[in-house]
């Protein structure tokens, strides 16, 4: 994506399988096809973008706790084997699927590395909004510390939840710019397990009250997809439509079939959920409490 295109400003990871992108409206809209486990919530596409237009490019948004103390200890997937959630930091895991052709369970070595004290380890959501000039430091660190990480994270069980959390904390000029949120609705059980609860018709009032854009997972074909659809997107079965969707509207037809400028937004109530969400994370006293 760097070398390919200098117009972007964040990468925004989605599953590849259950949220898919499209081109045919514009470079950064959402297909919003196939809602197994992915589904723009609470914000039209319109609606993403012209909050995202108003706000600062160096900001990266990622969940994340730091692992010290107790949380060493208890912090980790509960559907994982127990010495892989005991100490998160210290089992050395080897994923055959690097090498071989059919994909197979993880293999926890006997051994046990200590925990470094060149850096601090943090965890967090997977999911995560990222700037481009992070990323470039990811890949093109000067000072070789990104690659360092990642090579240490090559043997860590659920090396997605720790890596960018790990780099940016423990890099001071990004540091700053970290908002711990992950820009998601996500119900989890008591205590937590490897995977998320399916959302549901009883989660739907919390998701909308969450303002988050993004809410995952859903069960493929759930009842509340539906209605997401109908009270938030306004669309069924096509495109959520845009200020750039000129065509006519009668006889149930999309609209959207034909196209204005793709830089006229015309911002509805998802936007104002959104920009609720981002004052909040905005915050003096939110932003405090980063990376610590």
């Not at 596409?45 to 949380?71: A, M, P, Y």
């Not at 060493?72 to 090498?99: E, M, N, Q």
Request: hydrophobic share 35%.
């Amino acid at each position: 994506m760097l070398r390919e295109s200098l117009e972007w400003d964040w990468f925004i990871n989605l599953s590849a399988s259950d949220y898919l992108f499209d081109t045919m409206l514009y470079d950064a809209a959402f297909y919003l096809g196939n809602t197994r486990c992915w589904f723009c919530l609470s914000v039209f596409l319109q609606d993403l973008l012209h909050v995202l237009s108003n706000l600062s490019r160096n900001l990266n948004f990622i969940e994340h706790t730091r692992l010290t103390g107790w949380k060493i200890v208890y912090l980790g997937h509960f559907d994982l084997p127990t010495c892989c959630r005991s100490s998160r930091g210290k089992p050395i895991a080897i994923d055959p699927g690097l090498y071989l052709s059919k994909k197979s369970d993880l293999s926890l070595t006997s051994q046990r590395r200590s925990l470094p004290t060149s850096f601090k380890l943090f965890t967090g959501s997977a999911w995560i909004m990222l700037t481009r000039s992070f990323l470039e430091y990811c890949i093109m660190g000067w000072e070789n510390f990104p690659r360092t990480i990642l090579m240490y994270y090559t043997n860590f069980v659920s090396s997605p939840e720790g890596y960018f959390h790990t780099v940016i904390c423990n890099t001071e000029e990004f540091q700053d710019t970290v908002i711990g949120h992950d820009l998601h609705y996500i119900a989890w059980d008591s205590p937590p397990r490897q995977h998320p609860i399916s959302l549901t018709m009883k989660d739907f009032d919390k998701m909308v009250k969450s303002n988050a854009p993004f809410a995952r997972k859903f069960a493929r074909n759930d009842p509340v997809l539906d209605k997401i659809d109908k009270e938030i997107l306004n669309r069924t079965s096509r495109f959520a439509p845009g200020a750039w969707c000129i065509g006519s509207s009668d006889n149930k037809s999309d609209p959207c079939s034909a196209r204005g400028s793709h830089s006229h937004f015309r911002p509805g109530p998802g936007a104002e959920r959104l920009q609720e969400l981002l004052q909040s994370l905005l915050s003096e006293d939110f932003r405090r409490k980063q990376c610590s």
